[in-house]
């Protein structure tokens, strides 16, 4: 029974562990790449949609990540998902570079987190791409094995190709190695930009291990017994330990109870789910999940508001008469990821958005988007070019949507225009997105409260597929 949960949970690995999870995989490819037989990864497949890990495909004979995934994922990020987007920004923001967050993964690691540079040449990453060159900084990093990579300043160093790339591990409270934090840039760059990049690694590092040691801190546990007391199969019980372990570290016996499962299995489960690499540690220190799960909602975050995400952004738009965009954060910039264009009036049309970033202070959806950061976090971050007056409005207008959960703004650069935004929430509980209301001031104003309630309906949605 063991090697089928082994067999199970390397599926989702492999379906999960995509840069875009969303895409439909065929059990043919999932045999292949697992060595398996065809009838065995059907069996598999069809056992782990039940359980919401997979989900079958448009395509005939194919999966995609389930939500039950995506909600793993989301919860076990959940703790320190705001430190991280924190840190990340401000490192991104000091160094001007690609700033990444990995997670070890077997001999490498794969990152769970990106903000790329937004340089015209640029070193890229992205969130899924798994680093095995045991030359690289950064697996270096994640395993530990420094080689002959030159460490400064507690951050490890390497060249590959005509990149550069500095990392440093972050340790848990335990001392154990639980991501990377590093930064690429260019060769051409590296004299000037190498030492703004170990210090802002080096401070982001420091940052995010004292968030980890208060999420830990705070973390309560759920007991999850009662609805765990009939698990029905093996995958089922091994869904319920990753469950219990996405809420924090935990002992055996305490998972075991939480999972309604006996001792004795509950410690084969954890074993084999320690033997894919899903959960580590020991029952001295505490079982938790890997952090490589983390980059399942990420990565499944963009193709999903781009593909189901586009439809209701569609209906939202023919529904109200109005032009509705939906952005996402790139760093301190807006980036616009769907768009329905309608007319706002006779003679007029709005310009199209599509796939253009836009300075966070000005975008529609920017003072949504940062709803997760508090106001001295903001203060700190915000961009140097703006005036006092401008970062204080901006800051006003982020306190407006944390109070009132909408944002109407009357845009000041564009003159008879109104935009109405609300948060996308993901399945970490973070702010993933704005969903915008766009149109003429004179068509707004005497809808207001009309057109408030529909951006908020469209976010509620969105953020139901995010999981």
């Avoid at 599926?11 to 292949?32: K, Y």
């Avoid at 001392?175 to 260019?186: H, K, S, T």
């Avoid at 208060?214 to 089922?236: E, N, P, Q």
């Avoid at 109200?320 to 706002?344: I, N």
């Amino acid at each position: 029974m063991s090697a089928r949960v082994e067999s199970g949970l390397r599926v989702v690995q492999l379906v999960g562990a995509r840069v875009d999870p969303t895409a439909p995989m065929q059990v043919g490819a999932i045999a292949r790449e697992l060595g398996l037989g065809l009838s065995t990864a059907s069996r598999l497949c069809a056992s782990l949609q039940e359980l919401g890990l997979l989900e079958r495909a448009d395509d005939y004979g194919a999966y995609r990540l389930g939500r039950a995934a995506i909600r793993l994922s989301g919860v076990a990020a959940a703790p320190i998902a705001r430190a991280a987007r924190l840190e990340l920004t401000r490192a991104a923001l000091h160094s001007g570079e690609t700033v990444c967050l990995a997670a070890p993964d077997g001999e490498g690691a794969r990152m769970i987190a990106v903000i790329e540079s937004g340089w015209t040449l640029h070193a890229p990453a992205e969130v899924a791409e798994q680093v095995v060159e045991r030359d690289s900084a950064i697996v270096a990093a994640a395993t530990g094995a420094l080689g002959d990579l030159s460490v400064a300043g507690g951050c490890v160093e390497s060249r590959i190709g005509r990149v550069v790339e500095i990392a440093a591990p972050v340790l848990d409270p335990n001392g154990d190695r639980i991501a990377v934090l590093a930064i690429r840039l260019p060769l051409y760059r590296a004299e000037r930009g190498a030492p703004r990049a170990r210090r802002a690694i080096r401070v982001a590092r420091r940052n995010l291990e004292r968030a980890i040691v208060a999420a830990r801190a705070a973390t309560t546990t759920a007991d999850v017994r009662a609805a765990a007391a009939a698990a029905t199969s093996a995958l089922d019980a091994s869904l319920r330990i990753l469950t219990h372990l996405a809420g924090g570290a935990d002992t055996l016996a305490s998972t075991a109870r939480a999972a309604g499962l006996r001792l004795d299995r509950a410690r084969r489960l954890v074993d084999t789910c320690r033997g894919v690499g899903l959960v580590l540690g020991d029952d001295r220190l505490g079982l938790r999940l890997s952090w490589q799960v983390h980059g399942w909602y990420r990565a499944a975050l963009n193709p999903t508001l781009a593909g189901a995400g586009a439809l209701a952004v569609s209906q939202a738009a023919v529904s109200t008469d109005t032009c509705v965009f939906l952005t996402v954060l790139q760093g301190l910039r807006s980036r616009t990821l769907v768009e329905h264009l309608e007319p706002l009036g006779e003679g007029l049309r709005m310009r199209p958005w599509l796939g253009r970033v836009h300075p966070i202070v000005g975008s529609d959806g920017g003072p949504t988007m940062l709803l997760d950061l508090e106001a001295e976090q903001l203060a700190e971050i915000f961009p140097a070019r703006f005036s006092d007056h401008e970062r204080g409005v901006f800051l006003a207008q982020v306190e407006r949507v944390a109070r009132e959960g909408v944002l109407t703004i009357e845009s000041v650069d564009e003159l008879g225009i109104t935009s109405i935004s609300a948060p996308v929430i993901d399945a970490s509980g973070t702010v993933a997105a704005a969903a915008c209301i766009v149109g003429a001031t004179e068509r707004v104003r005497p809808r207001r409260s009309e057109l408030e309630a529909a951006v908020r309906e469209l976010a509620a949605q969105l953020s139901a597929l995010l999981g």
